[in-house]
């Protein structure tokens, strides 16, 4: 009989329309509770049920099966159309008021996978852009959202965040925590030249949008640059989960032709991200089955052994608590550092107390 983790791998791989790398052992005394609390753990419930839905099985074993995870689904697939709905509004909304509103990931990346409703997402992240170079279309997007009733929380300067019926929404005013750090900086820089660039170039609008909606996809380049950046922002300070893996190869396989590779792999370089991408890149080969785990390099099997441990978060901490904890989680990643990073710990360190200390309020230019 398989491990639970390679029960759940194999689902995974037959959720997202893949052959499974191996005959999958169910029966009566599988540990299924165990089995679906690492799917609830890595945020592929839905995906996993759906993997489900292809085998032959008896029927008081399906029963039995299918009930230990229905009704999350049946919740997930409910949440994914009060969001869609609440995002649309809010693009209908900013699109009155002359303002564009690039989706970052979220819906960009649900799009890729076989049935978007059972991509699992917490919350929407957007960037705004307007026309009008007299207008921060950032800071004109919270008062909108005031306007309409809401409150708007200002106090980080990454983004805004705001809560709209059903929907929480992080406003980017950057798309990087770029802060005290010079490299994230000059990606910072290249990624809304990027959007900047397509606002203006109208012969890319009607495949921007999503249907239905005022909601756009950014370029491809943007996304592949930002879901990158994003996980290994993740992995070195609160770890990364399947989903953030699969995430990037759903995006990757489906936009493999729109991609200009040459280009990425020299800005992956450019940016320090080649250790960490490496290891990435080969666990997504290995979730989707194209290489089997001895397949994997020693570094590559160290960052398999996180992806597998509990997230060390502290996104609901604010203030003191907050710091003290990103603190103490860049301290416990100290072996990252060595094997997927560019910078050392101290380096990173320094960055975090430069950036709350010098520059609270930092600006591109």
Same mark, same amino acid.
């Given at each position: 009989m398989m491990d639970n983790q390679s029960? *759940?791998?194999?689902?995974?791989?037959? =959720?997202?329309?893949?052959?499974?790398? @191996?005959k999958i052992s169910i029966n009566s005394d599988s540990d299924w509770n165990s089995v679906f609390a690492i799917a609830g753990k890595q945020g592929l419930s839905a995906i996993m049920?759906? @993997?489900?839905? @292809?085998?032959?099985l008896g029927d008081k074993?399906?029963?039995?099966? *299918?009930l230990k995870c229905f009704e999350e689904v049946i919740q997930s697939e409910s949440i994914y159309a009060i969001q869609q709905k609440a995002a649309a509004e809010m693009a209908l909304l900013f699109h009155s008021n002359g303002i564009r509103t690039y989706v970052l990931k979220g819906a960009v990346i649900a799009e890729c996978y076989p049935k978007p409703e059972h991509r699992n997402s917490v919350d929407m992240d957007c960037f705004l852009l307007t026309e009008r170079k007299d207008l921060d279309a950032w800071a004109f997007g919270n008062d909108l959202i005031k306007t309409n009733g809401f409150d708007v929380l200002t106090d980080f300067y990454k983004n805004s965040?705001?809560?709209l019926p059903g929907l929480t929404v992080e406003n980017h005013r950057f798309?990087?925590? *770029?802060? =005290?750090?010079?490299?994230?900086?000059?990606?910072?820089?290249?990624?809304?030249?990027?959007?900047?660039?397509d606002l203006i170039s109208d012969s890319t609008v009607e495949e921007r949008i999503i249907e239905g909606t005022w909601l756009y996809r950014p370029p491809v380049m943007v996304t592949s640059? *930002?879901?990158?950046?994003?996980?290994?922002?993740h992995f070195l300070h609160e770890g990364l989960t399947w989903r953030h893996i699969l995430d990037w190869m759903m995006f990757s396989r489906k936009h493999n032709n729109e991609i200009d590779w040459d280009s990425l792999d020299a800005l992956i370089d450019e940016f320090g991200f080649r250790k960490f991408y490496k290891s990435y890149y080969n666990l997504g080969q290995y979730l989707i089955g194209d290489i089997k785990e001895d397949d994997l390099t020693i570094v590559d099997k160290k960052m398999l052994r996180d992806v597998w441990n509990d997230l060390d978060c502290h996104e609901t901490m604010t203030g003191i608590k907050g710091r003290i904890a990103s603190v103490g989680n860049t301290c416990r990643a100290w072996w990252k550092y060595r094997y997927f990073s560019e910078i050392s710990m101290i380096h990173d360190l320094w960055n975090q107390v430069k950036g709350v200390l010098f520059l609270k309020n930092p600006t591109l230019y």
């Amino acid at each position: 009989m398989m491990d639970n983790q390679s029960v *759940f791998l194999n689902l995974v791989r037959l =959720g997202i329309g893949l052959k499974s790398s @191996g005959k999958i052992s169910i029966n009566s005394d599988s540990d299924w509770n165990s089995v679906f609390a690492i799917a609830g753990k890595q945020g592929l419930s839905a995906i996993m049920l759906d @993997g489900l839905e @292809g085998l032959s099985l008896g029927d008081k074993l399906k029963q039995k099966v *299918f009930l230990k995870c229905f009704e999350e689904v049946i919740q997930s697939e409910s949440i994914y159309a009060i969001q869609q709905k609440a995002a649309a509004e809010m693009a209908l909304l900013f699109h009155s008021n002359g303002i564009r509103t690039y989706v970052l990931k979220g819906a960009v990346i649900a799009e890729c996978y076989p049935k978007p409703e059972h991509r699992n997402s917490v919350d929407m992240d957007c960037f705004l852009l307007t026309e009008r170079k007299d207008l921060d279309a950032w800071a004109f997007g919270n008062d909108l959202i005031k306007t309409n009733g809401f409150d708007v929380l200002t106090d980080f300067y990454k983004n805004s965040t705001f809560c709209l019926p059903g929907l929480t929404v992080e406003n980017h005013r950057f798309l990087t925590p *770029f802060r =005290g750090n010079r490299r994230l900086k000059s990606l910072e820089l290249l990624l809304q030249s990027m959007i900047k660039n397509d606002l203006i170039s109208d012969s890319t609008v009607e495949e921007r949008i999503i249907e239905g909606t005022w909601l756009y996809r950014p370029p491809v380049m943007v996304t592949s640059l *930002f879901l990158i950046e994003h996980s290994y922002s993740h992995f070195l300070h609160e770890g990364l989960t399947w989903r953030h893996i699969l995430d990037w190869m759903m995006f990757s396989r489906k936009h493999n032709n729109e991609i200009d590779w040459d280009s990425l792999d020299a800005l992956i370089d450019e940016f320090g991200f080649r250790k960490f991408y490496k290891s990435y890149y080969n666990l997504g080969q290995y979730l989707i089955g194209d290489i089997k785990e001895d397949d994997l390099t020693i570094v590559d099997k160290k960052m398999l052994r996180d992806v597998w441990n509990d997230l060390d978060c502290h996104e609901t901490m604010t203030g003191i608590k907050g710091r003290i904890a990103s603190v103490g989680n860049t301290c416990r990643a100290w072996w990252k550092y060595r094997y997927f990073s560019e910078i050392s710990m101290i380096h990173d360190l320094w960055n975090q107390v430069k950036g709350v200390l010098f520059l609270k309020n930092p600006t591109l230019y």
